[in-house]
């Protein structure tokens, strides 16, 4: 089992840069593959970004790609959400998840979710 705290979360300016955290605790990091969802009002959830277990790899949604970045850090047993270049369309609560094995772009294939922490972006 592992459980996932998020924080950073804010109201920014459209240009502006947030960083987001997800903390885990209960197993280790390092074999979990994990990933950033968002979810608007009124919207599914979506794909942001993830990661693999070793930090080896990355994937991101078309949306974020080249303002966003995903990192890890398993000796603190955290992963990061640094955004950058932040437009009022990325205003979401932000949700990280973690998965045993691969990782994965789909929210269903993702055992364990944080709280969500909320993403506002000012036009």
């Known amino acids: 089992q592992v459980q996932l705290v998020e924080s950073g979360g804010g109201l920014v300016q459209a240009g502006g840069s947030l960083r987001l955290s997800c903390a885990a605790s209960?197993?280790?990091?390092?074999?979990?593959?994990m990933g950033w969802f968002r979810q608007a009002p009124g919207k599914e959830r979506e794909f942001v970004a993830a990661?693999?277990?070793?930090?080896?790899?990355?994937y991101y949604a078309d949306s974020v790609k080249g303002r966003f970045l995903i990192s890890r850090d398993n000796a603190k047993n955290t992963v990061y959400l640094q955004m950058n270049s932040l437009k009022p369309e990325d205003t979401a609560v932000y949700y990280c998840?973690?998965?045993?094995?691969?990782?994965?772009?789909?929210?269903?294939?993702?055992?364990?979710w944080g709280q969500g922490t909320q993403v506002t972006v000012s036009s």
């Open positions: 209960g197993r280790t990091l390092s074999s979990t593959a």
């Open positions: 990661i693999s277990r070793s930090g080896g790899s990355t």
């Open positions: 998840a973690g998965k045993a094995g691969l990782v994965a772009q789909r929210v269903p294939e993702y055992d364990y």
